[in-house]
């Protein structure tokens, strides 16, 4: 089993409709969550930290999940601009960020 | 604002060439990372760096080595290049710390002909 699992997509919105990404990981003893966004041949860029008790940034809230292990990300009125890849990155006490393979957003006009 | 700058955007090189990907980053963090990505796989991490001089393996590092001499400055090298190492490579930077972001480089293409 992958240590971090996201669905690719694409999920395929028009404008102003509300998307939400779940991401599952496998190590229950991960310590810190992440959010980051990746543009079409562009390097990830950090969106979001998630925290234990939700977190909220404009558009954009994350969650965390502890007990189903899970986080997840809900953008409210989608924009064309946040057509990208979202990568769900999960880290326990390593060094070592660990990255899902991305879930891919269209939002259409 | 922190940059993590990679020496090359695009890169043509010959199978069995011997080739360097240099990164350089300017905010003094400990921890440095090569990934490749590729359409489906996702990142992958080749090497990672906690400390000068130091460098552990990651998830797929064979056919690949690395150098870091100075805590500024990763280098992923491929002893012998083949085509399946034809990739996008990103390179990574963070503090260490539980909750630090990492930061990338613009990535380089590498295409092995």
């Known amino acids: 089993r992958k240590e971090v699992e996201q669905d690719p997509g694409p999920f395929n919105v028009p404008e102003g409709a509300t998307v939400a990404f779940n991401c599952t990981y496998s190590n229950s003893a991960s310590q810190s969550f992440f959010w980051y966004r990746q543009d079409c041949r562009k390097e990830p860029k950090l969106l979001m930290s998630?925290?234990?008790s939700g977190n909220e940034d404009g558009r954009f809230t994350a969650q965390l999940n502890r007990a189903s292990q899970y986080i997840s990300l809900l953008i409210r009125d989608s924009k064309l601009s946040d057509s990208a890849t979202y990568l769900c990155v999960v880290k326990g006490g390593s060094y070592i960020p660990t990255f899902g393979r991305g879930t891919s957003l269209i939002v259409h006009p | 604002d922190v940059k993590v700058t990679q020496s090359s955007r695009y890169l043509v090189k010959r199978t069995g060439e011997k080739v360097f990907l240099e990164c350089v980053q300017d905010m003094d963090h400990e921890n440095m990372f090569w990934y490749r990505q590729d359409p489906g796989l996702g990142l992958r991490l080749i090497y990672f760096s906690y400390d000068v001089k130091m460098k552990e393996k990651g998830d797929i590092p064979e056919g690949y080595s690395v150098s870091r001499e100075k805590k500024e400055r990763f280098s992923l090298i491929l002893e012998s290049a083949s085509t399946n190492q034809t990739s996008m490579y990103l390179c990574a930077s963070r503090e260490s710390g539980t909750n630090t972001e990492a930061f990338f480089g613009q990535g380089t293409r590498l295409t092995v002909v």
């Open positions: 998630v925290y234990s």
